[in-house]
C-alpha cells in the first residue's frame, strides 16, 4: 500500500468526530432528528474510513471479527431482552409503560427508548462493518 | 397461567435469542449448534400446538404488542386458519430439523455449519412470524427476514450454479417485494390504516377506487411471485434443485405454503368475498390460471430428466390446486385448499427428502443413474410411493381427500370443466410419479451387480421421512378430526372478518 | 379542461416523479445484462417506492414529526410513512448486501459478471 | 430480454397510472392517512409516551416490533454476507 501522508492524517483527525457525532445522533434520537439506524450507519462510516486509510489488516488487528460478531449479536440482546422484560411486571412484549409504572420512575419510557436505540446503534454499527470487512476481505489480496 | 397468554410473541421472540445463541455458543465448538436449534424448533412446534387448542377452544387471539391497541400499534392475531397453518409449518419445519443434521455435515462443509443453523432458525422464525402477524406491513418485515436467509440458503451449498439461482431468486423476489410494498402503500393511502382487521373494517368504503384495485393487484402479484403461482414461477426450479437438501425441503414445503397463506389471508380477510366477487372480479381470472398451472406443472415435470428439479415442476402443479380453491371460492373448496396446504406441505417434505437421501448415498439426482435404485433403498422408495400415491389423489390418502374437496367444491360452484380439467391433473400427476417408480423398481435388471449392499442412509435422516409417509396415509384416514379444524378456518376466511 | 389536468398532473406530480422512477428501476432490473447493473436498478426501484411513501405522509405547510417547543401552534406531517420506510431502506441495504456478494462468488466461480456471457460459460462447462 | 423487460414496464406504468387519479394530492391535509393514523399519533404521543421526536417514539414504541424485525433482517444480512464470503474463521 503506497504511503499517503494526507489521508491518513485527515482521516486520524476525522474518525474521533464522526464517531462522536455518531454517538450523538443514536442518544439524541429521542429529542431530534437521529436514532439508532442512523447513528450506526455513521458509526459504520467511520470504520469504512479507516480500512480506505489504513487497509483492513490494520483496523482489523484492533477490531477483530469475533468483536463485531458478538457485538452485532449483543444489540438484538438488548433489544429483545428490554422487550422480554416489559413481561414481568404483567405488560406485554415491549411495553415500556409497564416497567414506568412498576418501578414509579418518571420518564422511564423515554429512557428504554434510548436503551433500545442503543441496541439498535449497536447492531447496526457492527453488522455494516462486518460486511464491510467481508467484502473487503475478497479481491486484490489473494485467490 | 401468563407465560401462555404471551405465547404468540413468545414463539417469535425465543427463537430469535435462541439463533443469538447458536451464533455465540457456536463459536465456541460448532457442535452446539445443531441440538440447539433442534431443541428450539421442537419447542417452537409445540408452543404452535398449544396455541391452536387454545384458539380452538376459546375463539381467535389478538395480542397486542406493547399494550397498543391496533390503530397505533401492531397486533398478532391468530385465528383457527392461520393457527392450523402455524402447526403445519412448524411440524415441517421440526421434521427437516430432525433430517438435517447428517445432511448439513454432508452437504455444507464444517466451517459453515454455525451460520447455516443461524439462517436456518431465522428462516423459520420469519416465517412463523408472516404466519401468526395481523398486521400487513409487519407482515412484509418478516417476509424479507425470511426471504434475506433463503436466498443465502439456496446458495449454501456453494456450487456455482447454486449462486446464480440464488442471485435470479434474489431478483425476483425483490421485485415482489417492492410490489408488495407498493400494494401495501397503495392501501394505505386509501384507508390509512395498516392493521388488517382496520383495513377490512374502512376498505369497503373506497372500494371502487383504482388505488384499491391497484393495491390488490400488486399485493396479489407479489405474493403470487414468492408463491410460485403459474405464470410467476420462472425462479423455482433452479432455486429447488441447486440448494442443499434441507433447504429445498423447508422452502419447498413452508416457505411456499406461507407464500400462499399470506396470499389467501390478504384477499379473504382484507379485501373480502364481496370486493372478488362483485367489485373487481378476478376468480374467474384465477381459476383459470390455475388450472393452466395444474396442467403446465405437471407437463413440465413429467419432461425433467432429474429427480428434483421434476418434484420441483411438481410443486408449480399444486400450488394451482390451492389456488383453484381460491378461484373457486366456496365453503367446501377452501376446505379443500386449506387441506392442501398440509396434504402438500407432508408430501413434498417426504418426497423431498427421498430425493436428499438419494444424493446422500448415491451423489446425483439424475433419472437415469437411478436405475434399481429400490434394491438398494427399499424404505426410501416406498416412501415415494406412498407421498406419491398421496400427490396423485389415491384414496385413503390425505392428497385424495382434499382432491375430493376441491372437485366437490367445483362442482358445487358449476364449474364442470374445471373440475374435469382437476382430476385431468391428477393423471398427469401419475406420469411423473409413475417414472421414478419405474425406474426404481422394474429397471437396472442388467446390472444390478455393483449395488449389492445395501445403501439405506443413517435412521436420524431415515425417521422423519417415514413419519411424513406415515402422516400421508394416517391424515387421509383420520380427516374427521381435521376437518374440526379446517371447516371453521375456511367458514372464517369466507364470512370476512 | 385545464383543471381536471391540473388534478391529475400538477396536483400529483409527486407520485409521477415516484412512477417514472419505479419505471426505469425496473426496466434495468429486467433488462440490463450486468448483474452489477441489475441491483443498481434495483435500487432505483426501491428508492422510488420510498419517495412514494414519503410523499405521501406529506402536508402542505407540515413541519418535521419533532414537537415543537409548548405554546408554538405547529402542523406536522404524518409520521408513519417515515417509520414504515425507515424499516423498508434497512430491508433494501440489506438485500444489496447479499447480491452484492452473491455477484462477488458468481465472478469468482465464473469469471464473468454479464448475463450472456454465463449463459456461454454454462454451455461450456 | 429487452422486450420482456418492456412489457414488464408497461404492465406496472399502466396500474400505476390508472391508480394516481385516485391517489390523495400532493400535501391534502384531507387525505385519509393524515387524517386518520397521522392526526392520532400526533396527538396520542405526547401523553402516552413523553418524548419530543414522534417519529422515534413510533420506530421503538409504537410498532416497535416492525423495528425489532428491521434489526434481526441486517443482522440476517450480516452472517449471510459471512456465510457467502468469509474465508475460514468460525462462522
Redesign the interface.
Known sequence: MRKNVIIKTISRLSVPFIQVFALYVIVH???????G?QGGVVFAASFILMIIAFGLTCVRQRFS??WI??L??L???I???I??L??IP?????????IETALGVP?L??YL?DA??V??GI??M???T??IY??S??GGES? | MTLIEHLPVLVITIPILASLLILVAGWWDRRFCYPISLVTILSQFGAAVIILAQVMREGPIRYHLGGWAPPLGIELAIDSFNGFVLVTILLLAAATAVYARRSVEHEIGPEKTVSFYVLFQLLVTGLVGMTITGDIFNLYVFLEISSIAAYTLIASARKPRSYLASFNYLILGSIAGGFILIGTGNLYAATGALNMLDMARLLPASFELATVHAGFLFLVIGYSIKAAFFPLHIWLPDAYAESPSAVTILISTVMSKVSVYALLRIIFTIFTTAYIIDVFPVTGFILFIATVAMIAGAVLAIAQSDLKRMLAYSSVSQIGYIMFALGVANQVALEGGILHILGHAVMKGCLFMVAGLIIYRVGTSRLSDLEGIAKVMPISCAAFALAGASMIGIPPTIGFMSKYYLVLGALEAGHWAYAAILLLGSLLAVGYIWRFIEIAYFRGNRDGGHRARTLEAPASMLAPMVVLALLCLFLGIFVEGLMEIVGPAAALLLGGA | MIEPLYELFFARYNYWMAIILMLIGLYALIAKQNLVKKLIGLNIFQTAIFLFYISLGEVRGGTAPIYLPEGVDALYVNPLPHVLILTAIVVGVSVTAVGLSLIVRIHEEYGVIDEADLVQELRRR | MKLKALLAVLFLGIILFWAVGDLPAFGDPEAPATQYTGELYIRSVLPDIGIENIVTAILASYRGFDTLGEVVVIFTAGISVALLLRRGGRL
Open positions: 434520537g429521542a429529542l431530534g432528528a437521529g436514532g439506524f471479527y469475533r460478531v458478538a452485532s449479536a444489540g438484538i440482546t433489544y429483545a431482552t422487550g422480554l416489559c413481561l404483567g405488560g406485554s412484549y415491549l411495553g415500556y409503560g409497564s420518564h419510557h423515554g427508548i433500545v436505540e441496541g439498535i447492531t447496526v457492527a453488522t455494516m462486518s460486511i467481508d467484502m476481505d475478497r485467490s
